[in-house]
């Protein structure tokens, strides 16, 4: 098995947010928590303005700084490639989610841990999809093995688009089937909800 991660099909992603409501509920996260977010984007320039949706959730890095700089050890690489945080061990001092570039873990002030997605590690274990990707209306997003999705869905697939940080230091584990648009380098974020 190779490299494990996500493949996001922006071309026909309708922001219907229903990856993102799943994986809350999966999850029973709080209010205002989400490990995965659809957020809407206004690319260009009138009069030739579009817009695209994207689906966010951790990029389950081959680099991840949220490992290299947390003191405890809690964030870790799993046997599968997948950036879990083991509560248990987590001292919440926040470092992962200072040094996360796409701003994935996130701070649980009632649990006073770091919480992010570990990509469902229970149910990929088993051989099973995250439940992200077995909750999408469109089929946007699938789960497996990098090169096997590269293969999969052809050329022209990006692991950065400009409204994204940078994948030069972190690697994410994404391929990304882009919408000419959301290769623009003008953009407006619209919605995160």
Known sequence: M??????????????????????????????GMLFRRVVTVEAGRFPE??????????????????????????????EQGLVTIDEEVCIGCRSCVMSCPYGQ????????????????SDLTAAGGNPVCVDSCLMRCLEFGDLDDLRALHGEGLVSEIP???????????????????????????????
């Open 49 to 78: 303005g579009s817009f695209f949706h994207i689906s966010e959730g951790c990029n389950h890095c081959e680099d991840p700084a949220c490992v290299s700089n947390c003191p405890s050890g809690a964030c870790a690489k799993n």
């Open 163 to 193: 409204v994204l940080p940078s994948a030069s230091e972190t690697n994410p584990s994404l391929l990304i089937n882009p919408r000419a648009c959301a290769l623009e380098e003008e953009f407006t974020v619209q919605s995160v909800y």
């Open 2 to 31: 190779g490299r494990m991660g996500f493949y996001f099909d922006a071309v026909n992603c309708i922001g219907c947010r229903t990856c993102q409501i799943a994986c809350k509920d999966k999850n029973a996260l709080p209010v």
């Open 105 to 120: 873990p996130q701070y649980d002030a009632e649990a006073s841990v770091s919480r992010k997605c570990d990509g469902c």
